[in-house]
């Protein structure tokens, strides 16, 4: 009698484990020769099943937090202008960037000392500087954020500088932070009398940590009640749906409602200290977010092409090649005859060459995948700059079953 038990598919959330034929080798490595007792024979079957099942890896599945933002938790741009001051001689020729000594000048004001009105300094340790930072939510009065500090004039390097007390606007005009201190820069530039410089990174931006200290707070509408929108950083139909899915399986039916693509309509509790503990409740549950779609990015200014994994190609045949024309000027001297009455001239002599160099052809079966077309393309030696064209060429052909994206 045959002890082997029929045993139906796995599911496809285990798929991504043992292939089903390879399970099935192995329960049949493991079946006795002779028949086992009719007690002790489906006991170890099922220990053996559950052995063999409990091998099989799961599905990779995401936290919600990892694939979702909550709508009105955002961070605001801030922006500033300043004065970067203790330079060593690297700071704005003021005849050429006359705002910062109009800079200087206002602000010496305010301390009680008047420039004559004839005078015009000429600085060259102080450079007129635009300050950024970003206002992270729930940010509040007396936190510190950090500041990105970049020179608008022609100042060689704010290496070293002081950055002099300056204010951050929104975009609504009101100032929510005051920038201050001293500004870390990564790069380093030298130059010599001879004109001979040597630049390293850049340096005439830096960033000051906890460099900013935060006057005012951003209202937010997560405190107020209402249902919350849980933004996709992707928009996908499928992942929107498996969220809503998953939060209605741990907390209700009705709970949250896929509303499009990128958005998911979640009901909450409305007082807010509950709200939170709710919130970071939903946002570690697992959920196993949908396929990428199968796409091409192509970077036309640096030669960079990306393939998705989903790509395919139907059944083609490429042949790619490339004709070099190389043209050269060789002048040539015409001399008169002697006692001639003609004058000695240049006479231009062009020589044009065409040659093409070997082409390569190579043919793609149907439904290829993405390590067979890249190793394709490696076999012949296509450049970047060759292998979108081939991507261009197979996409007009309809064999490239991909999103071809030129940025």
Request: charged share 15%; proline share 7%; hydrophobic share 40%.
């Amino acid at each position: 009698m045959n002890t082997t038990p029929r045993i139906s598919a796995p599911s496809p959330a285990c798929r991504g484990g043992l292939g089903w034929g390879a399970l099935r080798r192995k329960i049949k490595s493991f079946t006795p020769s002779q028949p086992p007792p009719a007690g002790r024979g489906r006991g170890a079957i099922a220990a053996l099943l559950v052995l063999l099942l409990g091998a099989i890896a799961p599905a990779h599945a995401d936290k919600i937090r990892d694939l979702v933002q909550v709508a009105g938790v955002r961070s605001n741009q801030l922006i500033g202008y300043g004065l970067v001051v203790g330079l060593d001689g690297s700071g704005d020729q003021t005849t050429q960037a006359p705002f910062t000594t109009q800079s200087l000048e206002n602000m010496l004001q305010q301390f009680g000392i008047t420039v004559p009105a004839n005078a015009r300094p000429q600085l060259k340790n102080a450079a007129a500087v635009m300050v950024t930072a970003d206002l992270p939510p729930f940010a509040k009065p007396g936190q510190t954020i950090d500041v990105t500090v970049a020179s608008i004039g022609n100042a060689k390097s704010i290496r070293g500088g002081q950055l002099l007390m300056a204010p951050l606007r929104g975009a609504d005009g009101n100032v929510y932070a005051v920038a201050q201190g001293s500004v870390v820069v990564g790069g380093i530039s030298a130059q010599g009398k001879s004109g001979s410089s040597v630049q390293v990174n850049i340096s005439a931006s830096g960033r000051i940590p906890n460099g900013a200290s935060v006057e005012r707070i951003v209202p937010s509408s997560f405190a107020g009640g209402g249902d919350l929108m849980l933004n996709l950083n992707t928009a996908d139909f499928t992942t929107a749906t498996r969220i809503a899915t998953a939060v209605n399986r741990a907390y209700g039916a009705g709970t949250a409602q896929p509303l499009d693509g990128g958005s998911v309509s979640v009901r909450g509790p409305q007082d807010p200290a509950q709200k939170v503990a709710w919130l970071g409740a939903i946002e570690n549950l697992d959920v196993q977010p949908g396929d990428a779609p199968a796409r091409i990015v192509v970077n036309s200014r640096t030669g960079t092409v990306v393939i998705g994994s989903d790509v395919r190609v139907s059944a083609a045949a490429v042949a790619h090649g490339a004709i070099q024309v190389t043209i050269s000027e060789q002048p040539q001297v015409s001399q008169p005859a002697p006692f001639g009455r003609g004058q000695t001239a240049v006479v231009p002599s062009s020589s044009v060459q065409v040659s093409e160099e070997g082409a390569h052809m190579f043919k793609f079966g149907p439904g290829v995948s993405l390590d067979t077309i890249v190793r394709a393309v490696n076999q012949v030696g296509a450049t970047p700059s060759d292998l979108i064209s081939i991507l261009q060429a197979l996409k007009q052909a309809g064999a490239l079953h991909a999103d071809l994206v030129v940025i």
